[in-house]
């Protein structure tokens, strides 16, 4: 049971530590995201308003192809931001799993009148 007892302690600080980190790094990402989406919504309406095109399906297709990399970036920017959301919720999830099993552990060494 010590050997139970080191190793879901050492799994808590690695889960924890790995979560301290996504959610440091998962700040970076909404800042970094919210800046790119910020720069494409402007390009957008910039070419918008330079345009000589007469319909709106016109300008706005003429917007995209204007703004494709600025599109492109704020897209993936999001969609890193997305993953990190769920890679904290999924090591939050273990994190949990994780303490369930110490509290598991900790009745039965408390039942066998073993210490923790």
Same mark, same amino acid.
């Given at each position: 049971?010590?050997?139970?007892?080191?190793?879901?302690?050492?799994?808590?600080?690695?889960?924890?530590?790995?979560?301290?980190?996504?959610?440091?790094?998962? +700040?970076? =990402?909404? !800042?970094? %995201?919210?800046?790119? /989406?910020?720069?494409?919504?402007? @390009?957008?309406?910039? $070419?918008?308003?330079?345009?000589?095109?007469?319909?709106?399906?016109?300008?706005?297709?003429?917007?995209?192809?204007?703004?494709?990399?600025?599109?492109?970036?704020?897209?993936? +920017?999001? =969609?890193? !931001?997305? %993953?990190?959301?769920? /890679?904290?919720?999924?090591?939050? @999830?273990?994190?949990? $799993?994780?303490?369930?099993?110490?509290?598991?552990?900790?009745?039965?060494?408390?039942?066998?009148?073993?210490?923790?």
């Amino acid at each position: 049971m010590a050997d139970d007892a080191a190793r879901i302690t050492k799994e808590l600080a690695d889960c924890s530590e790995r979560l301290t980190l996504a959610i440091e790094e998962y +700040a970076d =990402s909404c !800042r970094e %995201a919210a800046n790119k /989406r910020s720069d494409y919504d402007v @390009a957008w309406a910039k $070419s918008l308003l330079k345009s000589q095109l007469k319909t709106v399906a016109e300008r706005e297709s003429e917007a995209v192809i204007v703004c494709e990399s600025a599109m492109r970036d704020a897209r993936i +920017a999001e =969609s890193m !931001r997305d %993953a990190l959301r769920e /890679r904290i919720r999924a090591l939050s @999830a273990i994190l949990n $799993s994780i303490q369930t099993r110490a509290s598991f552990l900790k009745e039965e060494m408390r039942l066998t009148d073993r210490r923790y």
